[in-house]
């Protein structure tokens, strides 16, 4: 337990640094393009993620529950992510490039092609640090896993700082300054897992795609619905309004990611915690502990976030998002409860169950399109916001009972922080200090 919790403390101290250089970024990019420029940057940049998504087949995941039941070597399971890597970037980008020529005036009708193709050159760096920074968090590398992520938001910041006051900025720049930040972070990540591991091999190609493949694909069915349940919204809304309105949309789920981080941290660390873990009764006493104090958490941040919606987005944003205010209180009421699903989707992720989760996302995406389908022509992006935080909300509700069916786990065991939680964190502070700070 104190491992875990003194590992998530390092993840969310990660994620509030990177909370913190991504509301630059944003702020930057949204007040330098306007509503309009951020919509098209979002949805050039929202494209190749997809893709990534959609043609990756889980073998990230695989790699962290091969490491945590130790089936391959340290060097073969890095060795094969690197192969496959270079295999799915190239199907990738043919598989991209066919949308854009045969969909584009369907999908990005008000969208240069210029950027959808220039965004395109994201691709094989995503799958490099996708497949790569899955492999640390097998290895438990957690201080290495954060330091890739920093070090990559860092980048992105610097480079725009230097284009903001060096050139002409526009959407291009902006797009060419994020692909460069993701190709030098996969560089460095190369440089540090080699400094793990020493050299790599690729090994035993063929029964690792397929053992990787019945273990991951599920998980990336799960993962690939799960993305679009929470990107949806964002596609249907170009496709039924315009880039102006996800420009405006867009800024309201920045901030929500934000507010994701604290279930995020916890998540990136408990996924190989529950890989490798073989005592069941550890598992149902543990992961309700964390999914009722994420939760809490989570629900404290988000009501003073209502309160600051306002002067937050006018503030850091102009008041040329004064529309974005609306849709970010409501996304907030989603914000909480998807929290609490990624911490029980992520235990059943690694008890080897993905399938469960696909159910769940599969139901809850459906409903998702649906409300929007039906919300957005009529209220536009607050439609999007509450067909959203409805969808995201019943997902919680599902896996809430699957998991409580499952495992044999009380409900209120998952929401209810409770008091020894309380002494918990008075000794977890109490272990830190003696720790860190202690002469």
Aim: aromatic share 14%; with cysteine.
């Amino acid at each position: 337990m104190n491992r875990f919790a003194v590992d998530t403390a390092i993840t969310f101290l990660s994620r509030i640094i990177q909370l913190i250089m991504g509301i630059g970024i944003s702020v930057i990019i949204a007040r330098v393009l306007g509503p309009q420029g951020n919509g098209i940057y979002t949805l050039a940049i929202l494209f190749p993620t997809l893709i990534v998504n959609f043609a990756n087949f889980g073998i990230g995941e695989a790699s962290v529950f091969f490491l945590g039941k130790q089936k391959y070597s340290e060097r073969e399971i890095y060795g094969n992510n690197i192969f496959f890597s270079i295999i799915f970037s190239a199907a990738g980008l043919i598989l991209a490039f066919l949308i854009i020529v045969l969909f584009k005036q369907t999908l990005f009708s008000e969208v240069s092609s210029i950027y959808l193709y220039l965004g395109l050159l994201l691709i094989p760096a995503m799958f490099f640090m996708r497949f790569g920074t899955y492999f640390l968090l097998g290895l438990q590398k957690i201080k290495q896993y954060n330091l890739i992520s920093i070090l990559r938001a860092f980048i992105f910041l610097i480079l725009l700082l230097v284009l903001l006051l060096t050139l002409r900025f526009d959407v291009k720049a902006a797009i060419a300054t994020n692909i460069v930040s993701w190709l030098l972070a996969a560089i460095l990540l190369l440089y540090l897992i080699r400094q793990i591991i020493g050299s790599f091999q690729v090994f035993h190609i063929k029964s690792y795609f397929k053992n990787a493949l019945q273990y991951g694909f599920k998980v990336y069915l799960g993962s690939t619905v799960g993305w679009l349940h929470y990107h949806v919204d964002i596609f249907l809304i170009n496709i039924l309004s315009n880039p102006l309105a996800v420009g405006f949309y867009s800024v309201a789920v920045i901030i929500i990611e934000k507010l994701w981080m604290i279930s995020q941290a916890a998540g990136v660390v408990l996924f190989p915690h529950v890989s490798s873990e073989a005592n069941e009764d550890k598992l149902r006493k543990f992961t309700p502990l964390v999914c009722r104090n994420i939760l809490v958490i989570t629900c404290i941040a988000a009501i003073i976030l209502f309160f600051l919606s306002r002067v937050l987005i006018v503030t850091f944003y102009s008041m040329k998002f004064v529309n974005s205010i609306v849709p970010f209180q409501i996304l907030l009421i989603g914000a909480v409860t998807m929290s609490g699903w990624r911490i029980l989707a992520v235990d059943i992720y690694g008890r080897g169950r993905p399938e469960l989760n696909i159910y769940i996302s599969s139901m809850c995406l459906l409903l998702n399109v649906l409300l929007n389908l039906f919300l957005i022509p009529k209220y536009g992006i607050v439609g999007a916001a509450w067909a959203t935080s409805c969808s995201y909300t019943l997902a919680f509700v599902l896996i809430t009972i699957v998991y409580h069916k499952l495992f044999d786990v009380e409900i209120t065991d998952m929401i209810l922080i409770k008091i020894s939680d309380l002494k918990f964190y008075g000794n977890f502070v109490t272990m830190l200090r003696d720790r860190y700070l202690a002469p």
